[in-house]
């Protein structure tokens, strides 16, 4: 039996098995949901056990368990390592939902149920390509999985979990199906994530606030100094000109380029989406590269001085910020971390004081598109959906995936499925039944094509 | 009898008709006091008949009322206004006072208690004086009155009462003792005021706070922006860049720039008492000629995006800022607040929507010192203190004054008795009895010298 006809005659069993994850509310970011995460991990062990691992387990860690499965054809061979997440986020606002959310509903050929997409149904896809490839005699590698529960919430325990179990998870590559593609006629991996580095800055001036008249003119304003001073982050093309900031971030190569601007993209339904007239970047790049493939930096917070109703005239005592850059593959968020702290001391006036504080950081991550794991996802897709995937780098961050790379040292391939029309995150999510169909497709002749 | 042995012999009846007042707490910010208000506008009512005014009555407006009182000799004479305030501070903390706030006590050689000076003790200088000058045969003017009973909390009535009062309170010029001397060894009177110029100012980028990774680095950052908007107001010199905005400061000249540096004046000192360790202001200028003869800019507030505890990874939808100008005389607020607008549209990105609103502004004051008023103050404290006091400009804003000036046309000589130890607004305010004697003294002069 080929691999689609396989899928084809099993497909109602996968959609009950989904159906029956669906049905626990495993919802991590609401405490009454506790007993709902143990039962959605203890059902993923019989999934995964039927589906063909040799074993499954449920683990504990200091937060909510993670299940186990493996399937050890042979010490010799390669090993995939499957991550994805069981827990969902909450569902309200509830009236905006056109049927139960956690009782899947098919119409017009789609699963509309929270979870159906992120990541209860990815997961599946990835489950069920992994039966199908046993039972198609294509598995070549053992495989391991590894679904938290608290991925929603900033997988809060995960880090620590991989660094006690590094034996445990050792692998060659990981495989993830929880990001989405560029739209549904150009499938895509993603190959590149976005690093961050945050801070808070507090310039303080006189130690109290002062009166603007008996003082404005004579002593330092401490929120005109810090408007001063993040004012001059960037140059007027948008460059920062911290010393250093540039010297790891690996100039797009033209292939690269070339690459992204086959990416379709409309502009002016960008700039409508979000309401803005124009955009605004680096010079020299376009919109897609500058969110995806270029540094930023964002302020994401300032507060000082009076802010209430009515006019106060005070010359503030102090003024603070909450800042960020988004770094690209290869800087490292701990030298940039250092690059802008020396930055703000050395450019900071002596008539007030300026204390900056990271808060967090972490790497950008970028996945070769030459070693053999990347091959065989980009040769299954293509088997799947008649096209070969574009390679797309992305301007957000996974920190776990990030974190996979630190702690276990993997690379991780991201191979997701996902649409941005599947609402994920909001009331009626959902999943379009081909694309599920071929999301199983594409990990089993994944299967077939990695060894 | 002299104006010394006059006041000598009636000191403890001067006393206790202060005491009486304060005695009345008249705190204007508590509406609880509206009866205090009222009782003692109507003592003043009789001071003011009993120290010589012809009529004396409680005029109601729209708030407080006010106390009107003259003295009309013959309409052939010049006519002095004399401004005051009946209402006070409230008094909290109570515990740090250390004795009954409205209870006077002498220690010390001084009067403790609310409004001992500001401004029942400076009004009653000005009442004593008056007496005095009459007493002794020196009254050449016409006297008028007016005490209001909302300084203290902004006169929001003041304005409405002069514009529908312009007959009655006719005049050649104002006399207020409400302001305080540079040192008790530095009899001096205030002849400058800053102006204001208020304005919020609020830029709007994207229409919802976007996720800082998939768009940080292609949509314009509206705090970034506002920053930049901000710290482009100023050159590094500290000078205003909006053009035309120095078109009519008045260039200090070296008699005035002498004058200012005769001001004794510890930076280290002042530095000390607002914990800076360095002054910053406009190149060329000293601190006290930059705090109150020259042009300042000043945040007042700033507030932006997330604000709250942790790091939010958001590209803000907007930012907001409350911000001032201090104006010097001769620079119209009105035209100052259209520059400003003019400016910010000039600069402001089309990626992002700026919206500017002038919230108010008052016009400086300038006092001419070579008017007969002028000159009769300069001439009477000379002979109460035995020195010639200084002309001094403040950095400050009495926007009564500058109502003076536009609704009755009337300049107004700044004839201030207080002094900073007074701790006026504050617990254990007080005015040194020997003080209260030279400025009823002054006062009696200032009749005997102008006519």
């Known amino acids: 039996m080929s691999v689609k006809s396989y899928i084809e005659s099993n497909r109602e069993r996968f959609w009950e098995e989904l159906f029956s994850l669906i049905s626990i509310p495993s919802i991590s970011a609401k405490h009454e949901h506790q007993p709902?995460?143990?039962?959605?991990?203890?059902?993923?062990?019989?999934?995964?056990?039927?589906?063909?691992?040799?074993?499954?387990?449920?683990?504990a860690t200091k937060g909510n368990p993670v299940v186990y499965a493996e399937r050890i054809i042979s010490p010799e061979l390669p090993t995939v390592l499957v991550y994805s997440h069981y827990d969902v986020m909450p569902v309200e606002p509830l009236d905006l939902w056109r049927s139960d959310p956690f009782k899947a509903e098919i119409r017009d050929g789609r699963?509309?149920?929270?979870?159906?997409?992120?990541?209860?149904?990815?997961?599946?896809?990835?489950?069920k390509g992994f039966e199908t490839a046993i039972r198609e005699g294509l598995l070549n590698c053992?495989?391991?999985?590894?679904f938290e529960g608290e991925e929603e919430i900033g997988s809060p325990s995960l880090e620590d979990f991989c660094k006690e179990n590094k034996e445990l998870l050792k692998a060659d590559i990981i495989l993830v199906s929880d990001t989405s593609m560029v739209s549904p006629d150009i499938p895509s991996l993603t190959t590149g994530l976005r690093g961050l580095a945050y801070w808070e800055i507090e310039v303080t001036g006189p130690n109290r606030d002062l009166h603007s008249g008996h003082f404005g003119g004579a002593v330092a304003n401490?929120?005109?100094?810090?408007?001063?001073?993040?004012?001059?982050?960037?140059?007027?093309?948008?460059?920062?000109?911290?010393?250093?900031?540039?010297?790891?971030?690996?100039?797009?190569?033209?292939?690269?380029?070339?690459?992204?601007?086959?990416?379709?993209?409309?502009?002016?339904k960008y700039k409508a989406s979000i309401g803005v007239n124009a955009l605004?970047?680096?010079?020299?790049?376009?919109?897609?590269e500058r969110n995806s493939c270029r540094p930023s930096f964002d302020i994401c917070g300032i507060w000082g001085g009076y802010t209430g109703e009515g006019s106060k005239t005070v010359l503030p005592s102090k003024a603070c910020a909450k800042m960020s850059t988004r770094l690209v593959p290869h800087q490292?968020?701990?030298?940039?971390?250092?690059?802008?702290?020396?930055y703000i001391e050395s450019v900071a006036p002596d008539n007030v004081t300026v204390k900056i504080r990271s808060t967090h950081g972490g790497q950008g991550y970028v996945c070769p598109i030459d070693i053999p794991?990347?091959?065989?996802?980009?040769?299954?897709?293509?088997?799947?959906?008649?096209?070969?995937?574009?390679a797309v780098r992305r301007g957000g961050s996974i920190p776990?995936?990030?974190?996979?790379?630190e702690v276990l040292g993997l690379k991780t391939i991201l191979m997701g499925f996902g649409l941005e029309e599947n609402a994920i995150h909001s009331p009626n999510e959902s999943c379009r039944l081909d694309y599920f169909y071929k999301g199983i497709e594409t990990v089993a002749e994944f299967y077939r094509e990695f060894r």
Not at 332 to 342: F, G
Not at 400 to 405: D, L, W
């Open 36 to 59: 709902d995460m143990e039962a959605c991990a203890r059902r993923w062990t019989e999934i995964l056990l039927s589906s063909g691992a040799d074993s499954a387990v449920v683990m």
């Open 111 to 127: 699963i509309w149920a929270r979870g159906a997409d992120d990541d209860k149904g990815q997961a599946m896809m990835q489950v």
């Open 142 to 146: 053992n495989v391991k999985f590894i």
């Open 222 to 268: 401490p929120v005109n100094t810090l408007c001063k001073l993040i004012a001059g982050i960037q140059d007027e093309n948008g460059r920062i000109v911290i010393p250093g900031f540039y010297d790891d971030v690996e100039e797009l190569s033209p292939a690269e380029r070339e690459m992204i601007a086959r990416i379709p993209f409309d502009e002016e």
């Open 280 to 288: 605004y970047g680096e010079t020299g790049y376009s919109t897609l």
């Open 332 to 342: 490292d968020y701990r030298k940039i971390t250092e690059m802008m702290e020396k």
């Open 373 to 390: 794991a990347y091959k065989a996802a980009e040769k299954a897709m293509e088997t799947a959906f008649g096209k070969k995937p574009l």
């Open 400 to 405: 776990i995936i990030a974190t996979f790379e």
